[in-house]
């Protein structure tokens, strides 16, 4: 199935430089770097987990498309929202579009479900256009992301 990215008119960030390292009981972490903000790919057995998903759509798009081809067959199934400033969220609507599910603390939920479904008219990015439904993991205290889980 095609990325939800192939539709959009919005073209992705020109680069998007992943670079890696081993970090012990957490898969292959990987860096994300955009501009000044960082994102990390964390290769789990089953799936992609990023956290953070900084600076709006077009980055938030390179990120997912480099994550792709650096792990390739293995999908993006969960973003790890640290918190709700812009310079770790302002790519959610492209990882909610992307249909992973939204890991977060209890206390952004109501922040996740509006930027979810507000409107874009000006300049419709691909969730606005997809309308695809926020998928949101709320973490309490604290979370322990396995493999196969």
Known sequence: ??????????QPARTARIVG??????GLARRARSGT???????????????????????ALAVFAK?????PGTPTRSVVALHHHWDHL???RTAIDEGATIVTHE??????????TAPHTIHPDGLGLSKTPLKIQLVATD???TDDA
């Open 143 to 145: 979370a322990t992301l």
């Open 1 to 10: 199935m095609a990325s939800n990215s192939t539709r959009r008119h919005v």
């Open 67 to 71: 994550t792709t081809a650096l792990i």
């Open 21 to 26: 390292g081993r970090r012990a009981g957490a």
């Open 37 to 59: 903000h960082h994102g990390r790919a964390i290769e789990m057995t089953d799936r992609i987990v990023l956290v953070d998903t900084p600076n709006g759509e077009a980055q």
């Open 107 to 116: 206390t952004n939920r109501a922040f996740l479900e509006l930027a979810a």
């Open 90 to 92: 302002s790519g959610i």
